[in-house]
């Protein structure tokens, strides 16, 4: 198995506060991505990066930024979380962008009351 | 119109059926990925396919490009395939950008 871990697995925070969600990886894949599953909206893209320091935004980004310093992890933070932002979280690793296999983390499952 | 359909949204069969998931899309491609995403959460890359066929013990999934179809099998289906099966497109223009259908509810019922 990929070594790919999020953290934390499970959240619960109010509406206002900051949050942030670590992903982890030990397979020194380039490519790192955050999505959010949400019954009837399958897996959507927020953010990816393609490097240390390089990043892009996906489909639904509002509301969500990412920092990528070094190879082995990514961080998405919700700047003042809202109850629309409660969702499940993954983050996926890729070696390539569009050639590479796919390894998923774990998920983290957010609630904002 | 999504740009990645799948069919059906659900599906149950008895144990040892065999059974196909459809998915179709509306772009170039550079690669289709299929994943099953387990009760509890967990998603797993089953293939990645840019052309042809691809086995993996009772799992077999095909990619036809002109058609813009792909499909994957299970043979002698067991309860333990039951799970959410996700078709995703990289698309030609779309960078590193995956595209997901909304996934295939399998139960297999013993």
């Known amino acids: 198995d990929a070594g790919i871990t999020q953290s934390p697995r499970h959240k619960v925070t109010e509406t206002g506060t900051p949050v942030t969600l670590r992903c982890h990886q030990t397979e020194n894949h380039r490519y790192m991505y955050w999505y959010r599953q949400d019954p009837g909206h399958g897996l959507r893209l927020i953010h990816y990066s393609y490097g240390v320091k390089d990043t892009d935004k996906g489909e639904v980004s509002d509301g969500y930024s990412v920092s990528r310093s070094k190879t082995e992890d990514f961080l998405l933070t919700l700047e003042s979380a809202t109850s629309s932002q409660t969702s499940v979280y993954f983050c996926?690793?890729?070696?390539?962008?569009?050639?590479?296999?796919?390894?998923f983390g774990e998920g983290s499952r957010l609630t904002v009351l | 119109k999504n740009e990645v359909e799948q069919s059906p949204q659900n599906l149950t069969a008895q144990e040892g059926e065999f059974i196909t998931i459809n998915c179709s899309y509306s772009v170039g491609i550079s690669a289709l990925h299929w994943l099953q995403q387990h009760p509890g959460g967990g998603i797993v890359s089953l293939f990645m396919l840019s052309s042809g066929k691809k086995k993996h013990g009772r799992l077999i999934a095909t990619i036809n490009i002109q058609e813009k179809h792909s499909s994957l099998h299970i043979t002698a289906s067991h309860p333990r395939d039951s799970a959410v099966y996700i078709c995703?497109?990289?698309?030609?223009?779309?960078?590193?950008?995956?595209?997901f259908g909304e996934g295939t509810q399998l139960t297999v019922n013993p």
């Open positions: 995703a497109v990289f698309g030609e223009t779309s960078g590193s950008r995956l595209t």
């Open positions: 996926a690793i890729s070696r390539d962008s569009s050639t590479g296999e796919l390894f």
